[in-house]
């Protein structure tokens, strides 16, 4: 039972530099969610995936661009990296619909330089 | 805008006292609301889902309680041992924004 699996699991990078990260969920969730965590503010959401083909703006999208390549993928691309983007990234998926519940992955965790 | 608070940050207790985790919100129209545990340097683990119906859940020595009119839940860990050590959050689906959002956690440390 792999549920939501992200990769990498550690990256540094330069400012300026690019890179995507990878999830992957086999429960066959339609949603699928990317957020952020950072100390002492909770997780944050960075964008939302109802369904295939289909991304939303989330709390904090700046910065950011997301593909939703099918139903299992969500990727998350940094263009342009930046030492505000240090931080754990995590991926989540769930049924839709009114009574769902939400399952993450091991997360990101990414610093700029 | 939907406020999610977990009162206190940090919290420490002998092994063997019961926990009491707060959660509240501003905004009682939710689908539900869910407890996580996370370990250091790890992801988040689902612990209970209280449906928006529902005014409790319980899985083993762990009991949420739900109260929407007053926007509050609560998460009791009865006898609390040195493994439930973790950060425990708290996330409502809210209905007019259909995505979770969270508080920012408790930090658990329960002592020999």
């Known amino acids: 039972n792999a549920g939501v699996t992200q990769t990498p699991k550690f990256q540094v990078l330069k400012t300026g530099q690019s890179m995507t990260l990878q999830c992957a969920q086999d429960?066959?969730?339609?949603?699928m969610y990317w957020y952020r965590q950072d100390p002492g503010m909770g997780l944050r959401l960075i964008y939302y995936?109802?369904?295939?083909?289909?991304?939303d703006k989330g709390e904090v999208p700046n910065g950011y661009n997301v593909s939703r390549l099918n139903k299992r993928e969500f990727s998350l691309r940094l263009e342009s990296a930046a030492p505000s983007q240090t931080s754990v990234y995590f991926c989540?998926?769930?049924?839709?619909?009114?009574?769902?519940?939400?399952?993450f992955g091991q997360g990101t965790r990414l610093t700029v330089v | 805008k939907q406020e999610v608070t977990q009162i206190p940050a940090a919290l420490s207790v002998p092994e063997g006292e019961n926990l009491v985790l707060n959660c509240s919100f501003t905004?009682?129209?939710?689908?539900?609301l869910q407890w996580f545990r996370q370990d250091p340097g790890k992801g988040l683990t689902s612990l209970l889902l209280?449906?928006?119906?529902?005014r409790e859940q319980t899985s083993g020595r762990l009991n949420a309680s739900l109260d929407k009119s007053s926007g509050r839940s609560t998460l009791y860990i009865a006898a609390s041992q040195p493994g439930d050590s973790a950060t425990y959050l708290c996330?409502?689906?809210?209905?007019?924004?259909?995505?979770?959002?969270f508080g920012a956690g408790t930090q658990v440390v329960v002592t020999p």
């Open positions: 989540a998926s769930s049924e839709s619909g009114l009574n769902t519940e939400a399952f």
């Open positions: 429960m066959n969730h339609n949603s």
């Open positions: 995936s109802a369904s295939e083909g289909t991304t």
């Open positions: 905004d009682s129209a939710i689908y539900n």
């Open positions: 209280i449906q928006s119906s529902q």
């Open positions: 996330a409502v689906l809210r209905v007019s924004w259909g995505k979770f959002q």
